[in-house]
């Protein structure tokens, strides 16, 4: 039986520039995301932010991105008749029954607070770490009469800046070290501003990290875009934005600014 051979069908040229087009589009799309991806021997991932932790408003600090919070980071304040509390706290989460994230503590008098280490210090398993998952930062507690009031403050995280957390974590049962960076500022009658300025975690288990640090000798360090970012959700971001990466954000951003004076 003789074959018959069939001469491929021809695409228009208007079909073959569309399918070009896409291609590179997706192509370039492609290329971003893998350049956006951690390199698999990246060792300290660091994310910058300047967030506020807001009264009764709790923060929840997701390290490693996952999503799943592993720290609570909270501003609150209560009393009653004359006399009234702040207090800036710190909650690890629970991962597994009786089980819970934890913080490097220190002894202040009788009390245990989350310590406030300075740059350059070790977090590691020779450290301490509080072993009750809720730890006080700072607390101040404001007394009032007719005429006057009195205030008591107490814990290491009173008017500091840049000090940090040092946290210890879990991921897939396996035990990771971190930190977390703060300002903490306490006025007279008991008012505090504190903010979230950066954290980081080395990604090999057990492996030590020090405070500030965003890379180590022979890591590469990752960092993350800034966390207090939020993306405009009133136009979609297509396929041709996103494959022109950075300028194609640009683009978007100048969009929405022209949108919204209309």
Same mark, same amino acid.
């Given at each position: ?8 069908? !021809? %695409?228009? +040229? ?11 589009? &997706? ?15 990246? !060792? ?7 967030? /506020?932790? %807001? ?7 997701? $390290? ?10 909270? %501003? ?8 009234? *509390? ?14 819970? #994230? &934890?913080?490097?503590? @220190? ?14 210090? /070790? ?9 009750? *998952?809720?730890?006080?930062?700072? +607390?101040?507690?404001?007394?009032? #009469? ?10 290491? *995280?009173?008017?500091? +800046? ?31 501003? $504190?903010? =979230? ?10 492996? =030590?990290?020090? @405070? ?10 990752? +960092?993350? /875009?800034?966390?207090? =970012?939020?993306? /405009? ?7 041709? =934005? ?12 100048? !969009? ?7």
């Amino acid at each position: 039986m003789k074959r018959t051979s069939r001469a491929p069908s !021809k %695409l228009s +040229e208007s079909v073959h520039h569309q399918l070009k087009m896409y291609a590179l589009a &997706a192509g370039a799309a492609g290329v971003s995301a893998i350049a956006l991806a951690p390199p698999a021997h990246a !060792k300290i991932i660091y994310t910058k932010t300047n967030t /506020p932790i %807001l009264v009764n408003k709790p923060y929840y600090l997701d $390290v490693n991105h996952d999503g799943t919070p592993d720290f609570t980071i909270s %501003l609150g304040a209560g009393g009653y008749f004359h006399e009234s *509390w702040v207090g800036v706290f710190v909650q690890g989460s629970q991962i597994t029954k009786g089980f819970y #994230n &934890a913080v490097v503590a @220190t002894q202040v008098g009788r009390l245990r607070f989350a310590a406030d280490l300075p740059p350059n210090a /070790p977090v590691g398993k020779k450290r301490t770490f509080g072993s009750f *998952w809720t730890k006080a930062m700072a +607390e101040c507690t404001l007394f009032r #009469n007719r005429s006057s009031y009195q205030t008591h403050s107490t814990g290491p *995280w009173r008017n500091v +800046e840049s000090r940090y957390l040092g946290l210890k974590f879990s991921i897939s049962g396996q035990t990771h070290y971190g930190w977390a960076r703060l300002n903490v500022k306490l006025n007279k009658k008991c008012n505090f501003v $504190v903010t =979230l300025t950066g954290y980081a975690y080395e990604t090999i288990p057990n492996k =030590l990290i020090f @405070t500030g640090h965003t890379r180590g000798p022979d890591d590469i360090s990752v +960092e993350e /875009p800034d966390a207090a =970012l939020t993306m /405009p959700d009133s136009e979609p971001a297509t396929l041709g =934005l996103l494959a022109m990466g950075s300028p194609g954000l640009s683009v978007w951003r100048r !969009k929405e600014r022209a949108g919204s004076t209309r």
